[in-house]
Nanobody, 114 residues
Framework: VQLQASGGGLVQPGGSLRLSCAVS????????MSWYRQAPGKEREWVAR???????DYVNSVQGRFTISRNYARNTVHLQMNSLKPEDTAVYYC?????????WGQGTLVTVSS
């Protein structure tokens, strides 16, 4: 199973980006799918999660600004990021829990700068 993240780029503070994670098989049945990020010189941190039943969770720092969603027809998970701040600059990774396995995609770089 492969996860392919895309949608990163350079955006000004206050701007928006939408990240996508395309999965090579059906995402139905996944226990959860998440977005993580790793800023330069920092540990990777969890950002957002969507559970199989549709419940979502967010780290406090992005609550109210980021929205995670999924599209079963396209086997994709998205992260809509609004009101971006310089501290959101990081490489963003998508991840999935499938059974007892944790799957990771490659990262996509988000840079928030004027």
């Amino acid at each position: 199973v492969q996860l392919q993240a895309s949608g990163g780029g350079l955006v000004q503070p206050g701007g928006s980006l939408r990240l996508s994670c395309a999965v090579s098989r059906s995402i139905r049945g996944f226990k959860s799918m998440s977005w993580y990020r790793q800023a330069p010189g920092k540990e990777r941190e969890w950002v957002a999660r969507i559970y199989g039943g549709g419940t979502t969770d967010y780290v406090n720092s992005v609550q109210g600004r980021f929205t995670i969603s999924r599209n079963y027809a396209r086997n994709t998970v998205h992260l809509q990021m609004n009101s971006l701040k310089p501290e959101d600059t990081a490489v963003y990774y998508c991840s999935a829990v499938m059974g007892t396995a944790i799957l990771w995609g490659q990262g996509t770089l988000v840079t928030v700068s004027s």
